[in-house]
């Protein structure tokens, strides 16, 4: 049993930084991946980043590499997603996930078992 719980969303300027976390609570960090996805007003979530667990290959969608990084402290059990150069079009809620096979990354929100609350990133000026 997990609990995942996003937070460091909030309002910034187009160009801006905002770094999300994740904490993980109900089992240690270490032997989950975990996946970042987004959802904007009236389009599909989209999944956005993965970090696996062992070796820690990082996936990012086209659209943020150069722009997000997602880093894990699993001393802390979180994960953590830094989003620079930031655009309107990054504007959506923002939510982590744990995939059914727990190790593994995937593009699909249907690979994932444990969600988050979700966590707004707005870009406005």
């Known amino acids: 049993q997990l609990q995942l719980v996003e937070s460091g969303g909030g309002l910034v300027q187009p160009g801006g930084s905002l770094r999300l976390s994740c904490a993980v609570s109900?089992?240690?960090?270490?032997?989950?991946?975990i996946g970042w996805f987004r959802q904007a007003p009236g389009k599909e979530r989209e999944g956005v980043s993965c970090?696996?667990?062992?070796?820690?290959?990082?996936y990012y969608i086209d659209s943020v590499k150069g722009r997000f990084t997602i880093s894990r402290d699993n001393a802390k059990n979180t994960v953590y997603l830094q989003m620079n150069s930031l655009r309107p079009g990054d504007t959506a809620v923002y939510y982590c996930?744990?995939?059914?096979?727990?190790?593994?990354?995937?593009?699909?929100?249907?690979?994932?078992?444990?969600w988050g609350q979700g966590t707004q990133v707005t870009v406005s000026s």
């Open positions: 970090i696996t667990s062992g070796y820690y290959a990082e």
């Open positions: 996930a744990v995939p059914t096979e727990r190790y593994y990354c995937s593009g699909s929100q249907s690979a994932y078992y444990y």
């Open positions: 109900g089992d240690t960090l270490d032997y989950y991946a």
